[in-house]
């Protein structure tokens, strides 16, 4: 099925650094969705966008909606060491459809 | 809280049993819930979309008789894997929408199935 690319695909960082990743679609988008995955346990939501433009925050974690609505950017201030995870995002394009479209993954590891 | 409530998290059988999976939201109806799997180190892949009182819209190459779907009430879908063998062996994620078509879907823990 399709896929979203998102970069990068994994990274290392120390602790206290912040983060950013990306997420890219070759269509456009009227959703963008932020997930995160612990290890055995299924994706849970960090943030939901709906707006080209939008910039929305959740504690140390700020996403935004691209422009052109074929991108989206996540960041994480400051990291710590239970940032560890892989980041999906998730866009939603098709009116008349509950389904999403889900992001190849970029997996944080922080260093302590 | 959870949102999402998926059972069983972990499960191991022999080749050729079916093992079935529930999907249950819990504060809210869902008139349609997913059904992903994952394999390891990769994305989630969406197997089939479940339509309460109806039938479940399977994406290509998913097979219906293999992959039983039903979504018999408004707060619970099943995903049934009929006579599983090794390659069946993967992590199941259901998911499940509260309301409006662009609203975010709400994730269960997942299940772990793994035929032996």
């Known amino acids: 099925g399709q896929q979203l690319n998102q970069s990068p695909q994994s990274m290392f960082i120390q602790e206290g650094e912040d983060v950013s990743m990306n997420c890219t679609s070759s269509s456009i988008f009227n959703t963008w969705l932020w997930y995160k995955q612990d290890p055995g346990e299924g994706p849970v939501l960090l943030i939901a966008l709906y707006k080209a433009g939008e910039l929305t925050s959740n504690g140390r974690l700020t996403a935004q909606f691209g422009i052109t609505r074929k991108d989206s950017f996540l960041n994480i201030s400051a990291s710590i060491p239970s940032d560890v995870g892989i980041y999906f995002c998730?866009?939603?394009?098709?009116?008349?459809?509950?389904?999403?479209?889900f992001g190849t993954g970029t997996r944080l590891k922080v260093l302590a | 809280g959870a949102v999402v409530s998926q059972h069983p998290s972990w499960v191991i059988c022999k080749s050729g049993t079916s093992v079935k999976i529930e999907c249950r939201s819990l504060d809210f109806q869902a008139t349609t819930m997913f059904w992903y799997r994952q394999f390891p180190k990769q994305s989630l892949m969406l197997m089939a979309t479940s339509n309460e009182g109806s039938k479940a819209t399977y994406e290509q190459g998913v097979e219906k008789d293999k992959f039983l779907i039903n979504h018999a009430s408004l707060t619970l879908s099943t995903l049934t894997v009929t006579s599983a063998h090794p390659e069946d062996s993967s992590f199941y994620i259901c998911s499940a929408n509260r309301g409006r078509v662009n609203q975010p879907q709400h994730f269960g823990d997942g299940t772990r199935l793994s035929i032996l």
């Open positions: 998730a866009g939603h394009a098709t009116s008349g459809t509950y389904k999403y479209i």
